[in-house]
C-alpha cells in the first residue's frame, strides 16, 4: 500500500499517526476483501477461490468424461499452489460449485454425497470424488492460447489466470452471492439459452438497453424452481439500475383424496431455502396455533420435492390457506438483485442487464482477438518450418553430406540453403524416418491448409464485423448445447401474479378465531381475557390504578384506541397481552405522547360513525372506516390547538347531540347541525365562559336521553323532560339537575356493564 505498510529498519524507530495507519491498514483489509474474495468478475463471473479451483482440475486433467479424482487432492493442490487459506473454505466452495439445487449450471461434477436441499452438509473431502462439467470446459476453452493473462501465485512457484477466457455468460448465469466491506453482491441465476438471445441481439444492436433486452431474458431461472410473482415494470426496474429484488413463491398444487377432502403438494421451493428448516417452521407454527387452517404437515420427498399440507377442513380456501403460509414461511421468500461486480476486474460496479451482457461480450472479443494472433503466430513459425522442411527434401543429399561431414552442420546448412536458425534447428531435429517419399507430399497439403488458415485470420483480425460474426456462431452453437428442449436448459422458474386476497380474510385466517374481552386501565395497560367476561369486579390492577375501559370482540377483530391527542391508533386483537397480568402498556404498541391520555377504547366493527369532540368545544361526525391507522403512529383526526385536547368521543346512535359542560351546563340539538368530515377542527358544539367540554352523547327522540348513574341503575329523561335544554348548537346550555356529578353519560367504569365503552 504505502512506504509505512513496510517495517522500518532494525532498532530504528518511525513514529506514525495512529489515525493514518489505522486508515492504510484498514483500507488494504477493505480492497482485498473486495478485489480477491467477495466480488466476481464481470467477465468470468468468478470469484479468485473458484477460478482457482477450476484451474487446477484443468492441471490435473479432470475433463468431462474423465476419470473422477478424489476432492481431497483437488483441494489439496490449490491450497498448496495457488490459494492459502483453509481447505475447508475451499472445500465448500467446491461443494457449492456441483450443488445443482444451489448452482444453476454447476462447474464441478461430483461423485459421492455433496450435500441436499435439507440443509446437510457433504460428505468429508476424502470421500468425494470429482470432475469438471461441460460448462466448466468452456469457461476454461482457449486457455492454454493465450487468451487471458496470468499472474505470479502468491508465492511466485506457479502462475495462475487472471480472468478465464469464459465462453459461457457464467456471472448471469449462475449469479454470484458476495458481502465486501461496505459494498455486497448479490446476482440470481438465469437460463443461458436467454442469455444467449439476448446477447445475439445485442450483438446485432450495441446501444441496445437492459428494458428491451427483457424481450428475451424474463427474469431469474433458479435452479429450484418456484414462481416469480412481481410486475414486470418492477422487473424492468431492477434489470436497469442493477438493483432491486424479486418475491419467489413456492409452487403447489391441489389433489383430491377422496369424498370431497383434499390435500395441497408442494412440489418446489425458493432458491437456497433449506427444505428441513422450512418443515420446521412449519411445524412450529401448527403447534403454537398461528395456522388455525392447517392440520397437519409431512415431508414425502424421496429425489422430488413433495411436501403435503393437510387443511383443517374440506370447506377450508385452498388459495387462502396458501397465502396464510407465505406470509409467515419461508414458501415465499425475497432473492436481492444487487449487480456489483468488478469491471475489468479493477473497478467495483453497479451494472444493469445490458452492461453487464456487454462486458461479457467485449471479454469474448478481445478472447477471439487473443486466440486469433496466437494461432497466428504458431502458423506463421510451422510455415517457416515446413519452408525449411521443403528446402532439405528437395536438396536431401546434399543435406545429409553436410551433417555427415561438417564439424558444425547448421551454420553451413543456413548459409547453403539460405535457412533461418528455427528451419536449420528443424532440419537438424527431424527424424530419420520422416524422410520417406510421402512425407513430401504431406508436407505441401499442410502448408497450403495452413495458408489459407492463415489468410482467414488475417481477414478475421482486420475486420470488426467478422469477429463479432464469429462471437454470433460460437454463441448460437452454445445455445444448442442449453437450448429449452434439453433437460439443463428447460427454463425452471415461471412468472405469475400473485392472487389477489382480501389482507383482511388473509389476516383472520392466521389467528383462531375465539371470544375475548378487552380491558384497559385508568394508567394506559391494555390486556385481553379469554371469552365474554360480564363481571369485571375480580380482575385485579396495579396499586393506583383501576378500570377505564372493557369491552367483548374476538381475537380477529381490530381495537380502536383514541387518544387525548386527537389522534385514533388500530391495533390487532390477536396481538394484545393475555389477562394473566396486568398486561402491558398501549404505549410500546402506539406512539402515543406521556402527557396524552385514553379517551376512547372500542371493537372496530366498520360502517358505524363517530362524534369526537375537544375540551373547547369543538367537534364533528367522522365515518369508522376513516379513522383506521396502518402504524404506530396512528391516524390524526380531530386537529387541536394547545392547550385544547381531546375529551370525549361517542358511537352516533340517533338524530339528537347531548353535550354536557364541566360547569354541569347541558344542550340538545340536532345532529344535522353537526357536519360530517374525515378530518379537522369541527365547529362549536357548545360554549362556554370558563372551563369546556366534559362529555358528548346522541339518542333518539322517541327513546329519550339515557344514562347510567353511579349505582349502575340505568336512567331516562323523555322529551318532554328534556325541553329546557333543546337549542342549537354552540349555545351555552342550562345547568343539568338530576344527571350524574361526574357530567358523563356513562357511570364509573367499575360498575359498568361491559359494551362498547359508549
Not at 483437488?74 to 466452495?93: R, S, T
Not at 408442494?266 to 392447517?294: D, G, M, Y
Not at 383472520?508 to 375465539?514: K, S, T
Request: charged share 30%.
Amino acid at each position: 500500500m504505502g512506504k509505512r505498510l513496510i517495517p522500518p529498519e532494525k532498532g530504528a524507530v518511525e513514529e506514525v499517526a495512529l489515525r493514518e495507519a489505522l486508515e492504510e491498514r484498514y483500507l488494504a483489509y477493505a480492497l482485498s476483501t473486495i478485489m480477491n474474495r467477495a466480488l466476481p468478475d464481470a467477465r468470468d463471473g468468478l470469484k479468485p477461490v473458484h477460478r482457482r479451483i477450476l484451474h487446477v482440475m484443468r492441471s490435473l486433467r479432470l475433463d468431462p468424461g474423465a476419470a473422477f479424482k478424489k476432492s481431497a487432492k483437488v483441494v489439496g493442490d490449490v491450497m498448496g499452489n495457488f490459494h492459502p487459506h483453509g481447505d475447508q473454505a475451499i472445500y465448500d466452495a467446491m461443494v457449492r460449485l456441483a450443488q445443482d439445487f444451489a448452482q444453476r449450471y454447476p462447474l464441478v461434477d461430483g461423485q459421492g454425497n455433496f450435500g441436499n436441499i435439507d440443509g446437510d452438509n457433504a460428505a468429508a473431502m476424502r470421500y468425494t470424488e470429482s470432475r469438471l462439467t461441460e460448462v466448466a470446459r468452456l469457461l476454461l476453452d482457449g486457455i492454454d492460447e493465450d487468451a487471458v493473462d496470468f499472474r505470479p501465485s502468491y508465492d511466485g512457484s506457479n502462475e495462475e489466470p487472471v480472468v478465464l477466457p469464459a465462453a459461457f455468460p457464467n456471472l448471469l448465469a449462475n449469479g454470484s452471492q458476495g458481502i465486501a466491506v461496505g459494498m455486497a453482491t448479490a446476482i440470481p441465476p438465469h437460463n443461458a439459452a436467454e442469455l444467449c438471445d439476448a446477447a445475439l441481439f445485442l450483438i446485432a444492436n450495441p446501444n441496445a438497453r437492459s428494458k428491451t433486452l427483457l424481450k428475451y431474458v424474463k427474469g431469474p431461472d433458479f435452479p429450484t424452481g418456484g414462481i416469480i410473482v412481481d410486475t414486470p415494470e418492477s422487473i424492468a426496474e431492477a434489470y436497469s439500475t442493477g438493483r432491486g429484488s424479486f418475491r419467489v413463491r413456492a409452487r403447489w398444487k391441489t389433489e383430491e383424496t377422496g369424498r370431497g377432502t383434499y390435500v395441497i403438494v408442494i412440489t418446489q421451493v425458493p432458491w437456497l431455502v433449506q427444505k428441513s428448516r422450512l418443515v420446521e417452521r412449519l411445524a412450529e407454527l401448527i403447534n403454537e396455533k398461528k395456522l388455525p387452517l392447517v392440520a397437519d404437515v409431512r415431508d414425502e420427498s424421496a429425489e422430488d420435492i413433495r411436501l403435503i399440507i393437510e387443511p383443517r377442513a374440506r370447506t377450508v380456501d385452498a388459495g387462502l390457506l396458501m397465502e396464510s403460509l407465505f406470509k409467515l414461511t419461508e414458501l415465499e421468500s425475497r432473492i436481492p438483485l444487487n449487480m456489483n461486480v468488478l469491471v475489468k476486474g479493477r473497478v467495483p460496479q453497479v451494472l444493469g442487464l445490458a452492461e453487464a451482457l456487454r462486458e461479457w461480450l467485449d471479454h469474448r472479443r478481445d478472447v477471439l482477438v487473443r486466440r486469433s494472433k496466437h494461432r497466428l503466430a504458431e502458423i506463421e513459425h510451422r510455415l517457416e518450418v515446413l519452408g525449411g522442411f521443403l528446402a532439405a527434401y528437395l536438396n536431401l543429399d546434399k543435406v545429409i553430406k553436410i551433417i555427415r561431414n561438417e564439424d558444425e552442420p547448421k551454420p553451413v546448412l543456413m548459409k547453403t540453403f539460405k535457412l533461418t536458425e528455427v528451419q536449420a534447428d528443424a532440419i537438424l531435429n527431424m527424424r530419420l524416418r520422416n524422410l520417406r517419399k510421402l512425407e513430401e507430399m504431406e508436407i505441401r497439403g499442410e502448408e497450403k491448409a495452413l495458408r489459407e488458415e492463415h489468410k482467414g485470420l488475417k481477414s478475421l483480425l482486420g475486420s470488426s464485423d467478422n469477429q463479432w460474426k464469429t462471437i454470433a456462431g460460437q454463441i448460437k452453437e452454445m445455445r444448442e448445447k442449453f437450448g429449452p428442449k434439453t433437460d439443463l436448459g428447460r427454463r425452471r422458474t415461471d412468472f405469475a401474479e400473485a392472487p389477489a386476497h382480501d389482507e383482511a380474510a388473509i389476516e383472520e385466517a392466521m389467528v383462531i378465531r375465539e371470544p375475548i374481552t378487552v380491558v384497559v386501565s385508568e394508567k394506559g395497560w391494555i390486556r385481553a381475557l379469554r371469552g365474554h367476561v360480564a363481571d369485571l369486579s375480580g380482575v385485579a390492577f396495579k396499586t393506583d390504578d383501576a378500570l377505564k375501559f372493557a369491552f367483548p370482540t374476538e381475537t380477529t377483530a381490530k381495537v380502536l384506541i383514541f387518544g387525548s391527542n386527537g389522534r385514533f391508533y388500530t391495533l390487532d386483537a390477536s396481538k394484545l397481552p393475555g389477562g394473566r397480568g396486568h398486561g402491558e402498556p398501549l404505549r410500546l404498541s402506539i406512539d402515543l405522547e406521556q402527557d396524552a391520555d385514553v379517551v376512547a377504547a372500542l371493537a372496530y366493527e366498520g360502517k358505524r360513525k363517530f362524534l369526537v369532540a375537544s375540551y373547547a368545544g369543538n367537534g364533528f361526525v367522522v365515518p369508522e372506516d376513516e379513522v383506521l391507522g396502518t402504524t404506530r403512529k396512528g391516524k390524526q383526526v380531530l386537529n387541536l390547538k394547545a392547550p385544547d385536547k381531546a375529551v370525549a368521543m361517542t358511537v352516533v346512535a340517533g338524530d339528537l347531540v347531548a353535550t354536557i359542560g364541566a360547569n354541569r351546563k347541558m344542550v340538545i340539538f340536532g345532529l344535522d347541525q353537526v357536519p360530517e368530515m374525515t378530518r379537522g377542527r369541527g365547529v362549536r358544539l357548545q360554549r362556554y365562559k370558563e372551563k369546556g367540554l366534559s362529555d358528548v352523547t346522541t339518542f333518539k327522540a322517541e327513546e329519550g336521553l339515557t344514562w347510567v348513574d353511579g349505582a349502575g341503575r340505568t336512567q331516562t329523561l323523555t322529551m318532554k323532560e328534556l325541553k329546557d335544554w333543546r337549542g342549537s348548537r354552540a349555545d351555552a346550555g342550562r345547568i343539568a339537575q338530576g344527571l350524574p356529578k361526574n357530567n358523563k353519560f356513562r357511570g364509573a367504569p367499575a360498575a359498568a356493564k361491559v359494551d362498547g365503552g359508549d
